[in-house]
Each structure stands twice: as C-alpha cells, then as structure tokens.
C-alpha cells in the first residue's frame, strides 16, 4: 500500500499562473482533505470531502477550487497563484470505523512557491 | 467553533528525561483527540488518540498522553527522551459528530545528547 501519495513534490509558479496539485489515496477512505502549513500557523484545512461526490470549504478556501474525481482522488486547483499561497500542501484521507472517526493519513506534501 | 492550544513553542529537554508536551482543547461535546509527529521535510505521522475510555493512552514509540476532562487537556508524555524524538508535534481536535480535525500551532521538541 502506498497509503497517500501527492504530485508534485515541489513546483515553482509566477504570480497569476495555475496549477493543479494531485492527490490519491489506496485506502479505500471515504473522506479526504487539503491543508496548508505555513511556519507558526499549524495545519489549516483549505477544503475536504466527506464522501464522493460531495466537497465542502475549511478554514482558508479562498483562491482555492477542489474536485473529488472519484473515490481515490482529490485535487486542489489554485487558479491564479498569489505569493500568498506559498506554502506546504499536505493531503489527507481518513474514515469511519464502527462510528467512530479514526486518524487521519497523511501525504508527504508538496512544497509550492509563488514568486 | 473548535480550538486547540499548544502554549510552548519549543520544549527542550535532556536525552533520558521525560517529556511533557502539552495541549488544550475547546470542543462541544465528546471529544476525539490526536497526537501527529512531522520530522523534517516529511508528512505528518499520526502517533496516538483518544477516542473513549482509558484517560491514558499509550501510542507509537513509547509515546503516551492523559486525557484530562475538566482541564480540557491531553497532553503528551514520554518517561525517557531520546535524541531522535527531536521533531515537530501537532496536537489535533474533534468533534465526535463532525469530520474535520482542528490542529494546534505545534511544538518543536529538542533533545539534548
């Protein structure tokens, strides 16, 4: 199993470019998230999806779009980069268990400069 | 609205001593809480949880934490430090009817040799 996986590792973009971050999943979770670390600040939930087919906004979604492709995949699209959104970007799935959420996996992350 | 306080930025502390680093909630309801550890340039591993139960949980490399209900704390604990526990750690939060986490500021542990 290759648990979370994130491309890419690292991307270097101009302010007003776009890009898409890619992230998938073999765990068979049903719910996935995208967060930033930003040094001092945490972990903020940028946006998740519960379920397939459903997606909701966190903390900081602004100059953030998402899309749950199908049950392994959940991608985050900034459509006009800012050097606001230089930041590390982690992936995350988790699930259900006897009706209790269990832990959240976590991707290695993908380290993003906006120049 | 969910929160998590990490007071310490930084705990510094001698190889074989114990650690404490410590972490308060504020949720409604039941709680689920985490411990993550991240390690340079890496993602973040998760190392423990209470869900229910036990006020001590014990977790991955010798690592352990006391959930504390009427000082809405869980912090985390270990009785003797090693250098390679040096790394960053991230207290996390839930609500038992809700599936985002909220996550503390995180704590740079360093031990000493």
């Known amino acids: 199993n290759a648990g979370v996986t994130q491309t890419p590792k690292f991307q270097v973009l101009k302010t007003g470019q776009s890009m898409t971050l890619q992230c998938a999943q073999d765990?068979?979770?049903?719910?996935m998230y995208w967060y930033r670390q930003d040094p001092g600040m945490g972990l903020r939930l940028i946006y998740y999806?519960?379920?397939?087919?459903?997606?909701d906004k966190g903390e900081v979604p602004n100059g953030y779009n998402v899309s749950r492709l199908n049950k392994r995949e959940f991608s985050l699209r900034l459509e006009s980069a800012a050097p606001s959104q230089t930041s590390v970007y982690f992936c995350?799935?988790?699930?259900?268990?006897?009706?209790?959420?269990?832990?959240?996996?976590f991707g290695p992350g993908t380290r993003l400069t906006v120049l | 609205a969910q929160s998590v306080a990490q007071p310490e930025d930084q705990v510094n502390v001698a190889e074989g001593n114990p650690l404490t680093v410590k972490c308060t909630y504020s949720?409604?309801?039941?709680?689920?809480l985490f411990w993550y550890v991240q390690y340079p340039n890496r993602g973040l591993q998760f190392l423990l949880k209470y869900i229910t139960g036990d006020n001590l949980v014990k977790g991955s490399y010798g690592f352990e934490a006391e959930f504390n209900k009427s000082q809405t704390s869980f912090h985390l604990k270990k009785p003797s430090a090693l250098v390679s526990d040096s790394a960053l750690y991230f207290c996390?939060?839930?609500?038992?009817?809700?599936?985002?986490?909220?996550f503390g500021k995180g704590t740079m542990l360093l031990v000493s040799p």
């Open positions: 949720v409604s309801g039941n709680p689920y």
């Open positions: 999806s519960a379920s397939e087919g459903t997606t």
């Open positions: 765990m068979n979770h049903n719910s």
């Open positions: 995350a799935s988790s699930e259900i268990l006897a009706g209790r959420w269990n832990e959240q996996f």
């Open positions: 996390a939060a839930m609500n038992s009817g809700y599936s985002t986490l909220t």
